[in-house]
Nanobody, 117 residues
Framework: VQLQASGGGSVQPGGSLRLSCRTSGFTLEYYAAGWFRQAPGKEREQISCINRDGAAYYIDSVKGRFSVSRDKDNPTVYLQMNNLEPEDTAVYYC????????????WGPGTLVTVSS
């Protein structure tokens, strides 16, 4: 089951980006979808998760700045990232919520977010 993240880019600190997560081969709307990221030199980590009912979870470092949502009519999960910081620079991925970032083997290519002045 591979989910594809897109929408990354380069922004200045304080800027915003919206990432999208789509899939093929199964119906995303029935799954809890997670956003993960891997910063240079660091391990991949889960930063957010949204379940089927829309309830969302965030790690502390992005809470209040990032917002995850899902469009059930066009099964897509979004990650709205506001007030971006240089520490947010990473490759962002989406995958089913709760997968072990170290052992999950079906990552998509990810999308690069660079925050720099």
């Amino acid at each position: 089951v591979q989910l594809q993240a897109s929408g990354g880019g380069s922004v200045q600190p304080g800027g915003s980006l919206r990432l999208s997560c789509r899939t093929s081969g199964f119906t995303l709307e029935y799954y809890a979808a997670g956003w993960f990221r891997q910063a240079p030199g660091k391990e991949r980590e889960q930063i957010s998760c949204i379940n089927r009912d829309g309830a969302a979870y965030y790690i502390d470092s992005v809470k209040g700045r990032f917002s995850v949502s899902r469009d059930k009519d066009n099964p897509t999960v979004y990650l709205q990232m506001n007030n971006l910081e240089p520490e947010d620079t990473a490759v962002y991925y989406c995958a089913p919520c709760g997968v072990n970032p170290s052992s999950y083997g079906d990552w998509g290519p990810g999308t690069l977010v660079t925050v720099s002045s």
